[in-house]
């Protein structure tokens, strides 16, 4: 059980709309535990024997996503040579999770507000209309209000997932849960990796309080369960942790600009900031969108914009050729 506060909100209010079949929208950032969270809902709720579906749509190619959500008819398309079902046939009288629903695009969207409204659809190249009776959750580490500012998420969408919104917090806005949580994964990673190890030592202790997490829970569990198969006696010290702690301790440095006197224009600094995030992430756009914080879908718009090119992507290889 979380003993913050901000975290027992959270589990209180993912109980209480457990029970109902309204739409639920998570929210938080990467490895805050928005699929645990969502597993609870559905294991909390009256659909709890029937399936629970997860699609990861950061994962799928565009061409494919329609196809793993709806379904198709074989011969929908080259290479279909049989009937598939989707993922709203598996979960009807379940629950359905749209994970990374921030990165759909504004064509699939559209078909996925239709299915919301009416609860019906059509299998990819078929005629059949389809009903599905999946309980939608659907969650993103984005701000999608950002993507409903800049065109890229439809608000007739976000105002239909986001019947009830649960926000789950950063690790490093939860410190009392920090400890507790270590110690179970200890337990845990203990008992499946066949190691004596028993507890973590002062020094250890201080270092997982002292790191700033970013990436939460997921990066925690990870560290120990490291930690827990380097040990090499029954407690997990600073060493086996392999965290880097600043002296400052868990504030995370600070960017700041230094703006020249005769000023600079604010597209400028957009352009500078999008260049030096590629270069660090060696042009690869989806690594720069998370250093920036954005969809790779607005970063791609902004690399458009600005007219910016590399001889590694693919739409800019013809001209270098020449």
């Not at 030592?201 to 700033?212: G, P, V, Y």
Request: aromatic residues 6%; proline residues 4%; contains cysteine.
């Amino acid at each position: 059980m979380a003993s913050s506060p901000l975290m027992r909100d959270a589990i209180e209010l993912a109980r209480r709309v457990a029970v109902a079949n309204s739409t639920v929208l998570l929210t938080g950032e990467t490895g805050t535990g928005k699929e645990r969270v969502a597993s609870f809902i559905h294991a909390q709720s009256p659909r709890r024997h029937r399936p629970f579906v997860k699609v990861n749509c950061a994962a799928l190619p565009e061409p494919l996503i329609e196809s793993e959500l709806f379904g198709h008819e074989r011969g929908a398309f080259t290479g279909a040579d049989q009937r598939r079902v989707g993922r709203f046939e598996q979960a009807s009288g379940g629950t359905l999770l749209l994970d990374e629903i921030s990165e759909l695009s504004s064509d699939t969207q559209a078909k996925l507000l239709r299915v919301l409204q009416d609860q019906e659809f059509h299998r990819l190249g078929g005629t059949e209309l389809l009903r599905t009776d999946a309980r939608i959750l659907a969650a993103t580490n984005r701000d999608l209000r950002m993507g409903l500012e800049d065109g890229t998420f439809r608000a007739d969408l976000y105002y239909r997932l986001d019947v009830v919104g649960i926000h789950l917090p950063p690790l490093r806005q939860r410190p009392e849960d920090i400890m507790g949580l270590a110690e179970g994964f200890l337990t845990h990673y203990a008992r499946e990796l066949d190691r004596l190890v028993r507890g973590f030592t002062r020094d250890a202790q201080d270092h997982i309080h002292r790191h700033d997490w970013p990436g939460n829970v997921r990066e925690l569990r990870n560290v120990v369960e490291r930690a827990v198969l380097m040990s090499n006696g029954d407690e997990v010290d600073v060493a086996d942790l392999a965290l880097f702690v600043s002296r400052e301790g868990p504030e995370r440095s600070r960017f700041r600009l230094e703006l020249p006197e005769e000023g600079i224009a604010l597209r400028d600094i957009e352009r500078i900031a999008v260049e030096e995030a590629l270069k660090r992430c060696d042009y690869v756009q989806k690594d720069a969108a998370e250093l920036l914080q954005v969809s790779k879908r607005k970063l791609n718009y902004a690399v458009h914009k600005m007219g910016l090119k590399h001889p590694g992507w693919r739409r800019n290889k013809d001209d270098t050729d020449k």
